[in-house]
């Protein structure tokens, strides 16, 4: 029963949790992103579409640029 915990059909925990971190982060960007408000109201589209289209690389891009263009920061 131990293993069955610890091996779940062929994914282990720590892959589980491999996957599930990234795609929290994305779930939490993509969530600001529609709630927020930016300062130019094209730029959520613009965000929205690059974190959906190009995940990895566009939720690092809006952490890094994409969050200064909120209006209540």
């Known amino acids: 029963m131990s293993n069955l915990l610890l091996f779940i059909g062929g994914i282990g925990v720590v892959e589980i949790f491999i996957l599930l971190i990234p795609l929290l982060i994305w779930g939490y960007a993509v969530i600001e992103i529609v709630t ?3 300062k ?3 730029d959520k589209v613009v ?3 690059v ?8 939720v690092i891009f809006y952490y890094l640029i994409g969050r200064r263009k909120l209006a209540n920061q």
């Open 36 to 38: 927020g408000t930016f």
């Open 40 to 42: 130019d109201s094209i």
């Open 47 to 49: 965000w929205l579409l």
């Open 51 to 58: 974190v959906l289209m190009i995940p990895v690389l566009g």
